[in-house]
């Protein structure tokens, strides 16, 4: 098995009842890689990634990562292994600091236990030590320093999502998986997150993401591949996406109508 | 233990069981309906059975008068919990609603022993017992009487739900409450409506309570909010049939339990039975959709 | 100025400390009973908060957990003739058990279906203590519990009793307050905020329920060893589900999920129904009343959050906002006292 290859997929398959979510995709996603997952709504994107994370059990096929098999573990336990994720409706802890936010994330780093916490060990006080280093180094990488204590619900959209982001970073993973990353965000906010994700690319991280701004997913990653119905249907680089004919289908139809009128 | 005293203990517990029933019916029309869980169950039918005491003190010991009485009287204070208990609350965290159900529960607990005196009183007598014997099965009136009150009441309510125009608001809310909104129906007076019914419907219990008992008195209630809610939980809880049932098993549960060990294990059964389901069939045995466990 | 502030924080937390230390000397025995059950409580609601106000879980059961220390010590020093301080803490220990056994169960509930389970396991417990009669003394109770001795003093009467009472209150405080501010509180928060987002980081949801079911049921089970030998006598009618709701009502009217909530909640409570004593059983009515208003007019609490998932005041409906203007500001006097004398 070749190294270079992190997070894998091989033909995973989730069914709802009688419907087939995600059917047999495989996927290779390499170290290093901005990795897009794009296509039509209810295409089975969050689903796959739910089941990359642990949050839905596949029916069929497997997931690995680095070549380590961890189909169907408790999503704490794929964290702890080093996937982190964001969500599509972000999940901030609202009601706490944009710190507490990241001390949170440096969770499975930490092993304070209970009788650490009542007597101020040397373990507490590495461990605290540790998560606020990590915490304003985040903040700093992500240039969220001056929110570090307002309440996260009151950020506003843009900012909610970076700090969901850098929470994930918190984990130190091996890679990160964002949902929808620019939803809801105004064509400046989108851009300086395309920025951020290739600044946290060139440091290291491997990132796959999911996105309908084909600006955004075209201009950040290397590699796509396109779902429609659960099905992959293309793999590619940006440019081969571009320009095949299948993905403009699944997109827009098949355009009898169009090619009949252009003909004629 | 002969076979005489399994079997009359056998029609004791589908007695109380049918009692039980008539709870929990009222309780699965409520967390259905208005969504939330009470408390204050017990302390309506305590409610329910002190209303017919007085009906039958002043007005003579006839049953339908009493029944009537009792189930008026507690339709209105299902208004008065709606009011308090809920309608401010039906968008909130659900522990508020249920915190606010157990002040009002103290509150109609305190209330009666204000009002009513903390000593039990006596309802003897409201109708003469007489026993008839079937074989190796011993019935008395009065539990015919309980047996019948509670079908005809189910039926009614039955009636309500499927047939009216009322029954066809209150399941639509009970499903979907947004979608029932949107196309005009009114969720609040519906909820209350159905937080009534259910209140109601445990009134009526208390006064058969009150008969089978021959007496009441301010703590009565204290348990049996939790007993209509375990009997609710084998259909998920907002299952009308299978609450019924329920409340006949743990009726029957208890009665056949403490015939085999101790009537001081009445409550441990039913408490029991609760824990089982909770652990093993939290969803209950209902098909059609319920409250997320 | 920053020094007048920081000697007026320290002469108000000194002078706190120097009159908790001296008031039994200052006050009468009949109010020291009322400071004493003040103080027990305060462990309990504490306890019961650490439980639904830091994990978010609904436990209505916490009576059950009082219910396993109070007996385990009585046992313990009536039956094996241990010594009350060698007691305590398998008492506690005993508790934690058992909220363990309730933990295990409730982990894939939530809300009411919680809340009853919670509630039935507290009534089983109950009703074992009921009629186990041979251990238990049944209906009869456990007589004789003797106040334990304090390097040769005794300690029985509330005024005496009450420095144990203190001494634990104040180490509840310190040990709960340091836990929440650690990695295990944080995680305990997260689980309540949002389980999904705490899974998705690595926290385990399970373990960390379970953890904080039995911290929580380890500190209700002290408040009841506790109970023990200060009554002298116990026995089932001390843990009943209605107690448990009045614990549980302190805590909501204090504030849950915050430290000095269940101080406060207990302190109106139980100076309500002292206060109120004249009028007799309308006391309870008064109780009742507070408990419906608070959850009207402030449902996280006294002192709690208005920014806080427990709240829910962000969903009451602008119609009924008749009452908002009587929204306290957040930080509050009462809680920026409290919390000038904590830390």
């Not at chain 1, 001056?146 to 970076?162: C, E, H, I, M, T």
């Not at chain 1, 119905?229 to 571009?242: D, H, M, N, Q, R």
């Not at chain 2, 189930?71 to 401010?88: D, E, H, N, P, S």
């Not at chain 2, 309802?123 to 019948?148: A, C, D, E, R, W």
Request: net charge positive.
């Amino acid at each position: 098995m070749d190294t270079k290859i992190l997070l894998e997929a091989r033909s995973a398959t989730k069914k709802f009842g009688g419907l087939t979510a995600v059917n047999a995709v495989d996927m290779q996603i390499n170290k290093g890689d901005i990795f897009g997952i794009i296509g039509p709504n209810g295409a089975g994107k969050t689903t796959f990634f739910n089941m990359c994370t642990g949050f839905y059990t596949l029916d069929k096929g497997n997931i690995f990562l680095e070549g380590q098999d961890i189909t169907n573990q408790p999503s704490d336990v794929i964290a702890h292994k080093g996937i982190a994720r964001t969500f599509q409706n972000i999940k901030l802890f609202k009601y706490m600091t944009v710190l507490d936010n990241i001390s949170i994330g440096s969770h499975i780093n930490t092993k304070t236990s209970i009788i650490d916490a009542v007597f101020h060990t040397d373990t507490y006080k590495k461990d605290e030590e540790y998560i606020k280093e990590t915490g304003m180094e985040i903040l700093h990488q992500v240039g969220l320093e001056k929110y570090s204590d307002s309440l996260a619900g009151n950020l506003p959209y843009g900012v909610q999502r970076k700090v969901e982001i850098a929470r994930a970073l918190a984990v130190k993973p091996k890679i990160l998986l964002l949902d929808e990353p620019a939803a809801g965000m105004n064509p400046i906010e989108t851009d300086s997150l395309m920025s951020f994700i290739k600044m946290l690319n060139s440091m290291g991280y491997t990132i796959a993401l999911i996105e309908h701004d084909m600006k955004f997913v075209m201009n950040s990653c290397n590699r796509i591949i396109v779902l429609n119905f659960g099905e992959k249907i293309f793999e590619g680089t940006p440019e081969e996406v571009k320009n095949s004919v299948l993905v403009q289908e699944a997109y827009f139809g098949k355009g009898i109508a169009v090619s009949r009128g252009l003909s004629a | 233990m002969t076979s005489a005293y399994f079997i009359s203990q056998l029609m004791n517990g589908l007695c109380l069981g049918a009692i039980y029933a008539l709870i929990a019916l009222g309780v699965a029309v409520i967390i259905g309906i208005v969504g939330f869980a009470t408390f204050t169950q017990g302390e309506v039918v305590m409610m329910g059975a002190y209303i017919s005491f007085y009906v039958f003190l002043y007005g003579g010991n006839h049953v339908i008068p009493g029944i009537l009485g009792s189930f008026i009287a507690t339709w209105v204070l299902g208004m008065i919990i709606y009011k308090i208990c809920y309608a401010r609350f039906l968008d909130a965290p659900e522990h508020i609603s249920l915190i606010c159900t157990i002040g009002f529960s103290m509150l109609l607990k305190n209330i009666a022993l204000i009002f009513f005196g903390a000593d039990k009183k006596p309802m003897l007598n409201v109708i003469k017992s007489i026993n008839y014997h079937f074989g190796p099965i011993t019935v008395s009136n009065v539990q015919l009487l309980i047996l019948g009150t509670v079908l005809i009441l189910v039926l009614i309510l039955s009636f309500v739900f499927t047939k009216t125009d009322w029954g066809i608001r209150l399941k639509a809310v009970s499903q979907n409450r947004e979608a029932a909104a949107l196309i005009g129906i009114d969720v609040e007076k519906t909820a209350m409506i159905g937080n009534s019914i259910g209140c109601a419907l445990a009134g009526a219990a208390g006064t058969l309570i009150g008969i089978y008992y021959q007496s009441c008195y301010p703590t009565m209630g204290a348990t049996l909010s939790m007993k209509a809610f375990t009997s609710a939980t084998l259909g998920g809880l907002t299952s009308v049939p299978f609450a019924a049932l329920g409340g006949i098993l743990i009726g029957i549960i208890e009665n056949i339990g403490i015939a085999f060990s101790s009537a001081s294990f009445r409550d441990m059964f039913s408490f029991g039975f609760l824990i089982l389901m909770l652990i093993f069939k939290p969803t209950g045995f209902a098909r059609k959709r319920s409250v997320r466990a | 100025m920053m020094e007048i502030n920081m000697i007026k924080k320290y002469l108000l937390k000194y002078g706190t400390a120097m009159l908790l230390f001296l008031l039994p000397l200052i006050v009468s025995k009949s109010i020291m009973t009322v400071v004493c059950s003040i103080a027990g409580y305060f462990i309990i609601a504490g306890a019961l908060n650490s439980i639904n106000g830091y994990s978010g879980q609904m436990c209505f059961g916490i009576a059950g957990f009082y219910c396993v220390g109070a007996y385990t010590m009585a046992i313990l020093m009536n039956t094996f003739h241990i010594s009350f301080w060698i007691a305590l803490l398998p008492s506690g220990i005993m508790a934690a058990f058992a909220g363990m056994l309730v933990a295990l169960p409730t982990l894939k509930l939530r809300g009411m279906f919680m809340a009853m389970l919670t509630i039935g396991f507290s009534e089983v417990m109950r009703m074992i203590c009921l009629n186990w009669t041979s251990v238990t003394g049944g209906t009869m109770g456990i007589k004789g519990i003797k106040a334990p001795l304090f390097f040769g003093i005794k300690t029985s009467g509330a005024s005496r009793y009450y420095y144990i009472y203190l001494v634990t209150a104040l180490l509840f405080i310190f040990c709960t307050n340091r836990v929440i501010h650690s990695r295990i509180g944080r995680a305990w928060m997260a689980i309540r905020e949002d389980d999904m987002a705490a899974r998705s980081l690595g926290v385990s949801i399970n373990l960390y329920k379970i953890l904080n079911f039995m911290y929580g049921a380890f500190w209700a089970g002290i408040a009841g060893a506790l109970l023990a030998p200060y009554k002298t006598y116990i026995d089932s009618s001390y843990f009943t589900l209605d107690e448990g709701f009045n614990i549980l009502s302190m805590v909501i009217i204090g504030g849950q999920g915050t430290l000095a909530g269940p101080m406060v909640g207990v302190v109106i409570y139980q100076l309500l129904v002292e206060g109120l004593r004249f009028t007799g059983v309308w006391r309870y009515i008064g109780c009742a009343v507070l408990i419906i208003a608070m959850m009207w007019l402030r449902p996280q609490g006294m002192v709690g959050d208005s920014d806080s998932v427990l709240a829910g005041n962000k969903t009451v409906r602008t119609g009924s906002n008749l009452l908002s203007n009587l929204h306290w500001k957040t930080p509050g006097p009462i809680r920026k006292l409290i919390i000038s004398v904590l830390y």
